[in-house]
């Protein structure tokens, strides 16, 4: 059984950092890419990031460029985002989820429960 | 970044009959190469994590019942529960996978009338 367990969230102040993981099972974690997607308050769903199966190729919605990193664990099947610089607008449960693909971000298959980000001061 | 914009944004519909939800991309979302149209379908229920399912704009995920189906092609795009459930009461977003960023629409929330 695939099962996608977030960690890392809680509140922070703006311009502070956080540290997001995603501990993966239940399938070959590294023939599949990853990603990260978001829901503010109230709001819809939003693609924040992807990572290819190797970890080679990552992929970033450009309100997070240069601030947010995506990385993974292949041998420990765990996923990452480092978020620096956080700001307000960051604020939202952030979901991991299983791409159906090596490498390309397409759709995703399976999701975890999602952790609550809160950035205020 | 390609647009994503569903129609209604929220919709009742009495239990047994049908829901239809319709999705507009800006650009076109299908891949002559491969004949496949990158377009997703999502169920999001309050406290839960999102559900797929619908892909290739119209092939359903293992496990989802056969009353939800996708059609559409190129900008157009559709989703239909033949018959509503109260289980079925949700919100469903389409996504368009064919470059990043992935984009969704804004989502049409399903109530029972």
């Known amino acids: 059984e695939v099962q996608l367990l977030e960690s890392g969230g809680g509140l922070v102040q703006p311009g502070e950092s956080l540290r997001l993981s995603c501990a993966a099972s239940?399938?070959?974690?590294?023939?599949?890419?990853m990603s990260w997607v978001r829901q503010a308050p109230g709001e819809g769903l939003e693609w924040v990031s992807s990572i290819s199966g190797s970890g080679g190729t990552t992929y970033y919605v450009d309100s997070v460029k240069g601030r947010f990193t995506i990385s993974r664990d292949n041998s420990k099947n765990t996923l990452h985002l480092q978020m620096n610089s956080l700001r307000a607008e960051d604020t939202a449960v952030y979901y991991c989820g299983k791409d159906q693909t090596w490498k390309e971000p397409h759709y995703l298959d399976y999701w975890g429960q999602g952790t609550l980000v809160t950035v205020s001061s | 970044d390609i647009v994503m914009t569903q129609s209604p944004d929220s919709l009742a519909v009495s239990l047994g009959e049908r829901a239809t939800i319709n999705c507009k991309s800006s650009r076109s979302v299908f891949y002559s190469s491969n004949n496949k149209n990158y377009l997703a379908w999502y169920q999001h229920k309050p406290g839960q994590p999102p559900k797929l399912l619908i892909y290739?704009?119209?092939t359903r995920e293992s496990g989802v019942p056969d009353r939800f189906s996708g059609s559409g092609s190129g900008t157009d795009f559709t989703l239909t529960i033949s018959s509503l459930q109260a289980e079925d009461v949700a919100v469903y977003y389409c996504?368009?996978?064919?470059?990043?960023?992935?984009?969704f629409g804004q989502g049409t929330k399903v109530e029972i009338k």
């Open positions: 239940g399938f070959t974690f590294s023939t599949y890419a």
């Open positions: 996504q368009q996978y064919f470059n990043t960023p992935q984009t």
């Open positions: 290739w704009a119209s």
